[in-house]
């Protein structure tokens, strides 16, 4: 871990002040801690948030730039004014990543950084992820995969450096089958039914919804707690209440 910790180091030394794109997951947690130590004040924290952004998240990006001592910049981003996000197209999220870096770069000429950074991992290469071709585009780098750091080695050094260590949290656009029409209020209707059970301990919570129905993936570890009647129950009301109908346990992908 050591020699991918350097290598990280190194790279980011060959970079002059630079912006980096702060979602506040574990990947550009670790990237802003080591930036940080590297860049110092020529380092900014630039965060988006808007009606897509899984609650809580914005607050723990906050907290670590101010534990980091990184200045942290939050802009409002609206990615529901894009067509192909808010009809939920396959070029939805090369549609709003596309937006937020040239966003981001903007910011970036304002702040005379050259660099735009994000946290892209070598692990992502191997998923399916239409806003990694936004990113090559429009010239952001990636130092995680520039040091040849996977999605392990980002958790162990950030064990090691004393960073939270948590599950993805994925845009909450994610939560609703293509072309299925996006708005303020179905976005907010999951992401209240998934802050209630993380408040209540659960670790990794998607709640996607089909049709007339919910269906939501827990840890199988953490299907007991859930079917508690303490639980369930007053989950099953919530739901209702927010016009998500029956939901039903699935199996995380």
């Not at 990543?97 to 304002?110: F, L, R, T």
């Not at 129905?213 to 570890?221: A, F, H, M, S, V």
């Amino acid at each position: 871990m050591n020699n991918a910790l350097a290598e990280l180091e190194k790279y980011l030394r060959g970079q002059g002040p630079a912006v980096l794109l702060f979602s506040g997951g574990m990947d550009s947690s670790l990237l802003l801690a080591v930036a940080a130590r590297v860049l110092g004040g020529r380092l900014t924290a630039l965060t988006f948030a808007g009606p897509h952004t899984v609650p809580g998240e914005l607050a723990g990006s906050w907290a670590l730039a101010h534990r980091l001592a990184v200045r942290h910049l939050v802009r409002e981003f609206d990615p529901l004014v894009l067509p192909d996000f808010r009809e939920n197209t396959p070029a939805r999220c090369y549609a709003c990543k596309k937006a937020v870096i040239e966003a981001g770069w903007k910011m970036a000429g304002k702040l005379g950084a050259g660099v735009l950074g994000d946290g892209t991992n070598l692990d992502d290469l191997a998923d399916f992820r239409p806003g990694l071709k936004a990113a090559r585009e429009l010239g952001v780098t990636s130092p995680l995969l520039a040091a040849g750091l996977g999605k392990a080695a980002i958790r162990e050094l950030s064990r090691n450096l004393g960073l939270p260590v948590k599950s993805p949290q994925s845009c909450l656009a994610t939560r609703f089958p293509y072309h299925t029409r996006l708005t303020r209020e179905a976005l907010s209707r999951v992401g209240r039914g998934e802050a209630w059970l993380r408040r209540r301990g659960f670790t990794w919570v998607r709640l996607r919804v089909r049709q007339d129905e919910g269906r939501l993936e827990l840890p199988p570890e953490e299907w007991p707690a859930f079917l508690a009647p303490e639980v369930r129950g007053p989950f099953a009301a919530l739901a209702a209440r927010l016009g998500l109908g029956p939901v039903y346990l699935d199996l995380p992908r």
